[in-house]
């Protein structure tokens, strides 16, 4: 089982990225590490399926010493299988870095995750000061954020007010209706599900004058990430306001609490509802002068502080001077709702192999030693009783895809 080698790689200190899948987001988050890494991904669910989480982890153990490799980078957010028992099997002689661009969303889960890692790069502000209170070293560091990408374009801005994204999420339904209701033109670009390239999408920003961003979350349930959350939305920040800054166009957000820390007064103009959203707009699109002020501060503090060399400058720099051993003194108290969200996402992508299956299951029970023989068996109960209805749920989704 052998990792493809990324085209891009040049000489310098190699490092393996352990990534979910193939996504286009692993192609920005390759392109950022390869400034000062060769990067060796592994793409983790095709090998599971095939031939589980103990050759996974074989496998890259053994990469590690044949590569050489200094680092590993494991970006594997809303895959919980990945765990903190999972991290602490990796060879301790290379620096772990946990990178996760929805922390906002699963702070819950990958707070436990991350107490065998030496770093964690997230793209939350806010989280990066969360992991540092715990006393995990913690930096920003955004995904799409590429000055050899997202550019400026020397184009006459043709276009008012540009949204792209999923129209549907949150509040955003809101938001649209009263844009309607009072005459706004709201340009959409891939609409909902259907993104845009990135050639695309560059031309877009770069054709609006104003990209309008919204922060509040879809509805934080069991479907979307695995984790309990007491509150039903949160308001993170988006990548959307980098995108639009390294373009040179003046983007206006809805209020994160993000914001300002990353931002000063008049960067990011933002709004808490849809009268204020919609005056912004107008006074915006009405006085070129502004505009032009607010497009030339953001892009000035973006490609200052926020472009990808300068964030992989930082992160080398934090790097070479952390210790790989700190994280082997963190005490930490794995509760049962995490192991049970880990072991569900474990036996999900094994569920076709019984021998895996049954793995899976001793090797968690051996290993949960922090809980009582009682609570063990309640919680292994629970889980057989889960996976009976899982594998029930999946056979009748084929036979009803099968009849249609």
Not at 132 to 157: D, M, N, R, T
Not at 222 to 247: M, P, T, W
Not at 293 to 310: G, H, I, M, N, W
């Amino acid at each position: 089982m052998s990792m493809p080698e990324h085209s891009s790689i040049r000489e310098a200190q190699i490092c393996i990225l352990l990534l979910k899948s193939k996504t286009r987001w692993a192609d920005h988050l390759i392109r950022k590490l390869s400034l000062e890494f060769s990067v060796f991904p592994i793409y983790a669910l095709p090998q599971i399926r095939e031939y589980g989480f103990g050759a996974l982890l074989k496998n890259l153990n053994q990469e590690i010493v044949g590569r050489g490799a200094s680092c590993v980078f494991f970006s594997v957010d809303f895959f919980p299988s990945i765990d903190v028992r999972f991290i602490q099997g990796v060879n301790p002689s290379v620096k772990k870095v946990f990178v996760t661009f929805d922390d906002c969303v699963l702070h819950p889960f990958n707070s436990i995750s991350v107490a065998r890692c030496d770093l964690v790069l997230t793209a939350d502000p806010i989280s990066v000061l969360k992991y540092q209170e715990k006393g995990v070293p913690a930096e920003y560091f955004p995904l799409e954020s590429s000055a050899e990408i997202y550019k400026p374009a020397v184009v006459k801005k043709k276009q008012g007010v540009l949204f792209f994204g999923v129209r549907t999420k949150g509040n955003r339904p809101k938001y649209f209706e009263y844009f309607k209701e009072r005459g706004i033109a709201i340009k959409v670009a891939g609409v909902d599900s259907n993104f845009l390239n990135l050639d695309d999408l560059v031309q877009e920003i770069n054709n609006a004058k104003i990209v309008l961003n919204f922060s509040q979350t879809d509805r934080l349930d069991a479907n979307v990430s695995d984790v309990f959350h007491a509150y039903d939305k949160l308001f993170q920040f988006k990548g959307r306001i980098i995108e639009a800054g390294l373009c040179r166009t003046a983007c206006i957000s809805e209020y994160s609490p993000a914001i300002p820390l990353l931002f000063g007064k008049g960067e990011v103009p933002t709004f808490r509802n849809p009268e204020e959203c919609a005056q912004m707009i107008e006074e915006l699109l009405s006085d070129d002068d502004q505009l032009e002020e607010v497009a030339s501060k953001l892009y000035d503090t973006v490609t200052q502080r926020f472009e990808d060399s300068v964030i992989m400058t930082n992160v080398m720099r934090v790097l070479r001077r952390l210790s790989t051993e700190a994280k082997d003194t963190r005490i930490v108290i794995i509760p049962s709702q995490y192991s049970k969200i880990s072991l569900r996402g474990r036996l999900r992508q094994v569920s076709t192999k019984p021998s895996e299956v049954i793995k899976e299951l001793r090797d968690w029970y051996l290993g949960n030693g922090g809980a009582t023989h009682p609570s063990r068996l309640s919680m292994l109960g629970g889980t057989l009783i889960w996976f009976v209805y899982f594998l029930t749920k999946e056979r009748i989704q084929k036979w009803t895809s099968a009849s249609e």
